[in-house]
């Protein structure tokens, strides 16, 4: 059990090193030598071999790492700043073994697990009030994290066809001219262009949409938790999606959903329930709540195009592999298990267990 978890801390550092050293190298790719950024490929490639098998000298190959990060991206180191500086290392340090071993901040940034967590949403405003001005906007930005956006047209000239983009961003053709707006704007776009609100032509510099913009909900991760302890079911948890093959699912990033599935077990949505094993399931209460609570949208839902799209679709789940689904899985709300299947337990980050900001109603425990 100890060596267990001595390879699984050692990974997470050089990890750490890894994410360090391929920040340096996009900074400076542009301005580097080619020498240099190869040299830094190949100690990258040296680290993350010793992370994949455990072998290796792991103190030559971080030095090397180091090393060649630095020739990419210097760092100043002065006589007169080196005190300081190296004080500034000993708390970053401290700080990411912190970050690393124990507990993570992460945030929430759609609504797949609203209401029970909030992604960024928005609020109808059509322009500034003196609490948008500063300093007061920040104040209120930082006790709420809400703050009032504007979107302005580029250039003059009519509206040219209908929305089109992506799960990031929607573009909307004003004179020739794209101009996008963010995924959270969605819902308020719509509602302009269903009520008739968009106007059949603008000017330059026209505000064409505002809105009270307010944070996802901030959370702090227990990253120790699942060292111990197996996963269960009802968990808010962090994943990294690496190894989900789904053409939506980006590469190396994190999702949060709640564990609907656990290991070995077959998962089914009927009448809007998870069913495990041919059980309903509804403990913990939560379960409850979402298939009884209207706004929760009836529960879990048999997604067109998904692996759980009619009744009699069932996902066998491997050993060491769980199912994550999204609280509010009303159409187009989560990308989630049902379309891409179990997530192995090495992905897990952990769970969530306190909303540290906004200071809004979810500020708190997570339940």
Not at 156 to 185: Q, T
Request: proline letters at 4%.
């Amino acid at each position: 059990m100890t060596g267990f978890l001595k390879k699984r801390k050692l990974r997470k550092q050089l990890k750490e090193y890894l994410h360090a050293a391929r920040h340096a190298r996009h900074m400076r790719e542009d301005v580097a030598t080619p020498k240099d950024l190869e040299a830094l490929r190949e100690a990258e490639a040296v680290v993350l071999e010793i992370r994949n098998t455990g072998k290796g000298d792991v103190v030559k190959a971080v030095e090397r790492l180091s090393a060649a990060a630095n020739r990419v991206y210097p760092s100043s180191n002065t006589s007169g700043l080196r005190e300081n500086i190296e004080v500034i290392i000993v708390a970053l340090s401290a700080a990411m073994a912190i970050r690393a071993f124990f507990f993570q901040p992460f945030k929430i940034p759609t609504g797949s697990m609203q209401p029970t967590l909030n992604g960024i949403t928005t609020e109808m405003q059509h322009e500034g009030t003196f609490t948008d001005h500063q300093p007061i906007k920040f104040v209120k930005w930082l006790l709420t994290g809400a703050s009032y956006k504007e979107f302005r047209v580029k250039k003059s000239g009519a509206i040219r066809g209908n929305f089109y983009g992506d799960r990031d961003k929607i573009v909307l053709d004003i004179g020739g001219v794209p101009h996008k707006f963010p995924s959270y704007m969605r819902e308020e776009l719509f509602r302009m262009r269903d009520n008739g609100e968009f106007k059949p032509s603008y000017k330059e510099g026209e505000i064409i949409a505002g809105a009270r913009v307010i944070a996802g909900d901030h959370i702090l991760v227990n990253k120790m938790k699942y060292n111990f302890m197996h996963p269960e079911r009802g968990d808010i948890s962090v994943f990294d999606t690496k190894g989900i093959k789904h053409g939506q699912v980006r590469a190396d990033t994190f999702y949060i959903k709640r564990m609907v599935g656990l290991s070995g077990e077959k998962i089914q949505i009927q009448n809007g329930r998870i069913v495990a094993d041919g059980q309903i399931i509804n403990e913990p209460p939560m379960f409850e709540k979402i298939a009884t609570d209207p706004a929760y949208h009836g529960g879990h839902e048999n997604a067109l195009g998904s692996l759980l799209a009619s009744e009699a679709s069932f996902i066998q789940l491997a050993d060491d592999e769980y199912l994550m689904c999204g609280d509010n899985t009303a159409p187009g709300m989560s990308l989630d298990g049902r379309f891409f299947g179990g997530v192995q337990r090495e992905n897990f980050q952990g769970p969530a267990f306190f909303v540290y900001w906004p200071f809004r109603t979810h500020w708190g425990m997570v339940r």
